[in-house]
């Protein structure tokens, strides 16, 4: 791997220390040091924990963890329990003490990530929380010298799932507002037209696909509207892969679907409309047989950009 990939995930790396305080002799808005900090948080999030297992959630010697844990019951921040099993173990759980030190803690640190993302556009905090969590495993994985679990393929479901008309509208929105400035007309343009299609999709020439993650959330769709152009046109629409889902190929299956039961459903041309400037989407639609068939300036989304209609003829299977 080379340095000009390394270098830059360095240097991030040193800013989010010094931004979240890690070099000051204190943390989190208390009197406390960051082990201290720490040790407060996970045994909070667990309920108890042994201090072998601290060792193993902080990735700290035995005996800085010893010195770490007799600090903090002295403190009456942490108690000491007795386990009926094995007598060396000696369960930790938090004091009233420490559940008040750790709720001042939580309370500064969900005001410092919320300040922060407030100088980011809403549609980048999943990318946020995705990319951390993805670079904080990574690194786990490194140290421990365990594999990355990757995160399962996003599936390809067919059909209405609960849900899905806000977020492929929401989805829509964020994109398109980031992009191209499109604003209210365009999101509410989305809107009005999928509630309307939506009454439509028990007809079988029309079709609805989402892309699902592992936790059942929509990260991508396309929808295949076999009645509105007429003429046996088939119009693909709302085509829209969420952030964190870019270039990992869920583009491209969500068309491949799409294109396949125009095919099946024989549909003399799949059309399209879209504008200028867009790319990566407009290679992936020459890639799958569509052609530019007409290009004018025009404001059907609320904002006057260079509209696109391109077209894709049936192809036998």
Request: proline share 4%; glycine share 12%.
């Amino acid at each position: 791997m080379d340095e000009m990939t390394v270098n830059p995930i360095r240097e991030a790396s040193r800013r989010l220390v010094r931004e979240l305080g890690f070099m000051k002799p204190t943390l989190a808005g208390t009197d406390m040091p960051p082990s201290s900090v720490h040790t407060l948080v996970e045994i909070g999030r667990r309920g108890i924990l042994t201090a072998s297992e601290l060792c193993e959630v902080l990735g700290l010697e035995k005996s800085s963890v010893s010195r770490l844990v007799q600090k903090l019951v002295r403190a009456g921040e942490l108690v000491e329990g007795a386990s009926a099993h094995d007598g060396r173990a000696k369960p930790l759980c938090l004091t009233p003490k420490g559940r008040e030190t750790l709720a001042r803690i939580d309370a500064f640190a969900s005001a410092q990530v919320r300040a922060a993302l407030q100088c980011l556009p809403p549609h980048s905090h999943a990318t946020v929380h995705q990319g951390m969590g993805a670079y904080a495993d990574a690194l786990a994985a490194s140290r421990t010298k365990t594999p990355v679990l990757a995160n399962p393929a996003p599936k390809i479901m067919p059909g209405y799932q609960p849900g899905i008309i806000g977020r492929v509208v929401e989805m829509h929105a964020h994109y398109y507002a980031n992009i191209s400035g499109f604003g209210a007309f365009f999101e509410s343009k989305v809107a009005s037209g999928m509630a309307e299609f939506a009454g439509r999709l028990d007809h079988r020439v029309n079709q609805i696909w989402a892309a699902t993650d592992g936790g059942g959330h929509v990260v991508g769709s396309i929808a295949i509207d076999g009645e509105d152009l007429g003429d046996n046109s088939a119009h693909l629409r709302w085509f829209i892969v969420g952030d964190g889902q870019r270039g990992s190929g869920v583009g491209r299956a969500l068309l491949r679907q799409a294109l396949s039961f125009c095919d099946a459903c024989g549909f003399a041309k799949t059309r399209l409309w879209t504008f200028k400037g867009l790319d990566a989407a407009r290679k992936l639609y020459e890639a799958n047989g569509f052609i530019l068939e007409n290009e004018q300036t025009g404001q059907q989304w609320g904002t006057e950009v260079t509209e696109q209609t391109f077209v894709r003829d049936y192809q036998a299977g």
